[in-house]
Protein backbone atom coordinates (compact mmCIF):
# COMPACT_ATOMS: atom_id res chain seq x y z
CA UNK A 1 0.00 0.00 0.00
CA UNK A 2 1.05 3.17 -0.77
CA UNK A 3 0.46 6.34 1.20
CA UNK A 4 0.95 10.36 0.62
CA UNK A 5 0.79 13.05 2.75
CA UNK A 6 -1.96 15.69 1.84
CA UNK A 7 -0.71 19.26 2.31
CA UNK A 8 -1.21 23.01 1.06
CA UNK A 9 -0.19 23.17 -2.06
CA UNK A 10 1.18 27.33 -1.32
CA UNK A 11 4.19 27.32 -3.36
CA UNK A 12 3.84 24.84 -6.14
CA UNK A 13 0.11 26.15 -7.43
CA UNK A 14 -1.15 28.92 -5.76
CA UNK A 15 -4.26 29.57 -8.53
CA UNK A 16 -6.78 27.98 -6.33
CA UNK A 17 -4.83 28.13 -2.40
CA UNK A 18 -7.00 28.90 0.22
CA UNK A 19 -7.02 28.73 3.79
CA UNK A 20 -9.55 29.75 6.31
CA UNK A 21 -9.83 30.65 10.23
CA UNK A 22 -12.46 29.99 12.46
CA UNK A 23 -14.23 32.88 13.76
CA UNK A 24 -12.83 34.10 17.32
CA UNK A 25 -15.61 32.89 19.80
CA UNK A 26 -16.10 29.92 17.71
CA UNK A 27 -17.15 26.44 20.01
CA UNK A 28 -15.17 23.67 20.43
CA UNK A 29 -15.39 20.63 22.47
CA UNK A 30 -12.60 19.02 24.90
CA UNK A 31 -9.30 17.77 22.95
CA UNK A 32 -8.58 14.10 23.37
CA UNK A 33 -6.72 12.44 25.11
CA UNK A 34 -4.43 8.92 25.04
CA UNK A 35 -6.42 6.32 26.48
CA UNK A 36 -3.32 4.76 28.57
CA UNK A 37 -0.95 7.89 29.49
CA UNK A 38 -3.90 10.46 29.59
CA UNK A 39 -1.48 13.02 27.54
CA UNK A 40 -3.61 15.25 24.72
CA UNK A 41 -3.09 13.85 21.01
CA UNK A 42 -5.27 15.93 19.47
CA UNK A 43 -6.09 19.70 18.97
CA UNK A 44 -9.42 21.42 20.11
CA UNK A 45 -11.81 20.18 18.20
CA UNK A 46 -14.51 22.67 15.95
CA UNK A 47 -18.19 22.17 16.64
CA UNK A 48 -20.93 23.55 14.85
CA UNK A 49 -21.78 25.89 13.75
CA UNK A 50 -19.01 26.47 12.20
CA UNK A 51 -17.93 30.02 10.73
CA UNK A 52 -14.91 31.33 9.36
CA UNK A 53 -12.68 33.54 7.52
CA UNK A 54 -11.62 32.80 4.13
CA UNK A 55 -8.77 33.82 2.37
CA UNK A 56 -7.85 33.23 -1.02
CA UNK A 57 -4.68 33.70 -2.99
CA UNK A 58 -5.21 33.05 -6.62
CA UNK A 59 -8.16 33.62 -8.50
CA UNK A 60 -9.62 30.47 -7.54
CA UNK A 61 -11.47 29.38 -4.87
CA UNK A 62 -9.76 25.68 -3.58
CA UNK A 63 -11.76 22.56 -3.53
CA UNK A 64 -9.71 22.36 -0.05
CA UNK A 65 -9.25 25.09 1.99
CA UNK A 66 -6.61 24.26 5.21
CA UNK A 67 -7.20 25.82 8.98
CA UNK A 68 -4.61 25.81 11.80
CA UNK A 69 -5.94 22.39 13.61
CA UNK A 70 -7.61 19.47 12.33
CA UNK A 71 -10.35 19.81 10.25
CA UNK A 72 -10.72 20.83 6.79
CA UNK A 73 -13.47 22.50 4.48
CA UNK A 74 -14.45 21.29 1.30
CA UNK A 75 -16.31 22.26 -1.33
CA UNK A 76 -19.58 21.08 -1.69
CA UNK A 77 -18.89 19.30 -5.09
CA UNK A 78 -16.02 17.36 -3.13
CA UNK A 79 -18.29 16.54 -0.09
CA UNK A 80 -21.41 14.90 -2.75
CA UNK A 81 -17.88 13.15 -4.88
CA UNK A 82 -17.09 11.89 -1.15
CA UNK A 83 -19.97 11.01 -0.21
CA UNK A 84 -20.57 9.16 -2.81
CA UNK A 85 -17.59 7.12 -3.12
CA UNK A 86 -16.44 4.44 -0.44
CA UNK A 87 -14.04 6.72 0.86
CA UNK A 88 -13.41 7.01 4.84
CA UNK A 89 -11.36 8.87 7.46
CA UNK A 90 -13.10 12.20 6.82
CA UNK A 91 -15.78 13.08 9.84
CA UNK A 92 -18.53 15.65 8.96
CA UNK A 93 -18.56 18.17 11.06
CA UNK A 94 -20.71 20.76 9.47
CA UNK A 95 -22.11 22.96 7.02
CA UNK A 96 -19.86 26.54 7.01
CA UNK A 97 -20.75 30.16 6.70
CA UNK A 98 -18.25 32.40 5.75
CA UNK A 99 -18.22 35.14 7.30
CA UNK A 100 -15.60 37.15 5.62
CA UNK A 101 -13.70 36.75 2.59
CA UNK A 102 -9.95 38.18 1.63
CA UNK A 103 -9.40 37.89 -1.84
CA UNK A 104 -5.54 38.62 -2.55
CA UNK A 105 -6.28 38.48 -6.57
CA UNK A 106 -10.59 38.97 -7.88
CA UNK A 107 -12.10 35.69 -8.24
CA UNK A 108 -13.44 34.23 -11.13
CA UNK A 109 -16.49 33.14 -9.43
CA UNK A 110 -18.66 33.13 -6.73
CA UNK A 111 -17.04 31.46 -3.46
CA UNK A 112 -18.72 27.37 -3.63
CA UNK A 113 -20.66 26.49 -0.41
CA UNK A 114 -18.33 24.78 1.84
CA UNK A 115 -18.35 21.81 4.40
CA UNK A 116 -16.17 21.05 7.43
CA UNK A 117 -14.72 17.76 8.04
CA UNK A 118 -12.38 16.36 10.58
CA UNK A 119 -9.38 14.26 9.81
CA UNK A 120 -9.60 11.52 12.01
CA UNK A 121 -6.68 9.52 14.20
CA UNK A 122 -5.86 5.78 12.58
CA UNK A 123 -4.20 3.42 14.43
CA UNK A 124 -1.54 3.39 11.87
CA UNK A 125 1.36 3.98 14.09
CA UNK A 126 4.33 5.94 12.26
CA UNK A 127 7.82 4.03 12.73
CA UNK A 128 10.29 5.96 13.97
CA UNK A 129 13.16 4.18 12.34
CA UNK A 130 12.30 3.63 9.18
CA UNK A 131 11.13 7.52 8.91
CA UNK A 132 14.35 8.79 10.31
CA UNK A 133 12.19 10.51 12.82
CA UNK A 134 14.13 12.91 15.24
CA UNK A 135 11.79 13.76 18.53
CA UNK A 136 13.23 16.10 21.32
CA UNK A 137 12.35 13.24 24.17
CA UNK A 138 11.88 9.77 22.85
CA UNK A 139 8.69 8.04 22.74
CA UNK A 140 7.07 6.63 26.23
CA UNK A 141 3.76 5.52 25.87
CA UNK A 142 3.39 2.61 23.35
CA UNK A 143 -0.35 4.04 22.60
CA UNK A 144 0.17 7.55 21.22
CA UNK A 145 3.86 7.13 21.08
CA UNK A 146 4.18 11.19 21.43
CA UNK A 147 7.29 12.16 22.77
CA UNK A 148 8.47 15.71 22.42
CA UNK A 149 8.62 18.19 19.28
CA UNK A 150 9.21 16.18 16.30
CA UNK A 151 12.77 17.85 15.20
CA UNK A 152 12.46 16.44 11.66
CA UNK A 153 11.64 13.63 9.46
CA UNK A 154 13.11 12.17 6.18
CA UNK A 155 10.14 10.03 5.05
CA UNK A 156 6.77 8.40 6.53
CA UNK A 157 6.83 4.81 6.81
CA UNK A 158 3.91 3.33 8.73
CA UNK A 159 4.33 -0.01 10.84
CA UNK A 160 3.30 -3.07 9.10
CA UNK A 161 -0.31 -3.85 9.63
CA UNK A 162 -1.05 -1.27 11.58
CA UNK A 163 -2.98 1.26 9.24
CA UNK A 164 -6.53 0.52 10.27
CA UNK A 165 -7.63 1.44 6.34
CA UNK A 166 -8.86 4.44 6.40
CA UNK A 167 -8.48 6.94 3.51
CA UNK A 168 -7.80 10.12 5.18
CA UNK A 169 -5.96 9.97 8.70
CA UNK A 170 -3.45 10.96 11.34
CA UNK A 171 -1.21 8.12 12.55
CA UNK A 172 -0.26 7.61 15.96
CA UNK A 173 3.21 9.14 16.42
CA UNK A 174 2.92 12.12 13.82
CA UNK A 175 0.57 14.20 14.71
CA UNK A 176 -0.21 17.36 12.39
CA UNK A 177 0.35 15.32 9.03
CA UNK A 178 -2.37 14.20 7.47
CA UNK A 179 -1.70 11.03 5.53
CA UNK A 180 -3.88 9.84 2.79
CA UNK A 181 -4.51 6.41 0.73
CA UNK A 182 -3.86 5.78 -2.91
CA UNK A 183 -7.21 5.28 -3.07
CA UNK A 184 -7.63 9.39 -2.14
CA UNK A 185 -5.18 9.89 -4.49
CA UNK A 186 -6.97 8.06 -7.54
CA UNK A 187 -10.19 9.78 -6.56
CA UNK A 188 -8.49 13.88 -6.19
CA UNK A 189 -6.68 12.69 -9.76
CA UNK A 190 -10.13 11.73 -11.56
CA UNK A 191 -11.93 14.13 -9.83
CA UNK A 192 -9.38 17.53 -10.28
CA UNK A 193 -10.01 18.32 -6.71
CA UNK A 194 -8.12 21.90 -6.33
CA UNK A 195 -5.77 22.71 -3.65
CA UNK A 196 -4.82 19.50 -3.29
CA UNK A 197 -1.28 18.54 -3.23
CA UNK A 198 -0.44 14.94 -2.54
CA UNK A 199 3.35 14.19 -2.03
CA UNK A 200 4.14 10.50 -1.69
CA UNK A 201 4.99 9.46 1.76
CA UNK A 202 8.23 8.28 1.08
CA UNK A 203 9.03 11.77 -0.36
CA UNK A 204 7.69 13.73 2.34
CA UNK A 205 10.15 15.28 5.01
CA UNK A 206 10.56 18.52 6.61
CA UNK A 207 13.55 19.30 9.48
CA UNK A 208 13.00 22.18 12.05
CA UNK A 209 16.22 22.18 13.34
CA UNK A 210 18.12 23.18 9.95
CA UNK A 211 20.50 25.18 12.09
CA UNK A 212 20.52 23.15 15.04
CA UNK A 213 21.14 19.27 16.20
ZN1 LIG B 1 -0.13 7.83 25.40
Excluded at 52 to 61: A, D, I, K, S
Excluded at 91 to 108: C, F, M, N, T, W
Excluded at 129 to 148: F, I, M, V
Excluded at 169 to 193: D, M
Amino acid sequence: MKFFVLQNPKADERTAVTDFLPVDGSRTGEAPRCSACGRFIGMLPLLPPVRVELETWGTNFGDIAFGPSEELLVSARFWKLYQDSDLTGLIDVGSVEVVKLKSHQKPRKAAPRYHCCRVGLSKAAVDDAKSALEREEPATCKECRLGGIIKRIRRVVLEPSSWSGEDNFFSRGLPGTILASEKFEKFCRENQISNCLLIPAEEFSFDHYTRRT
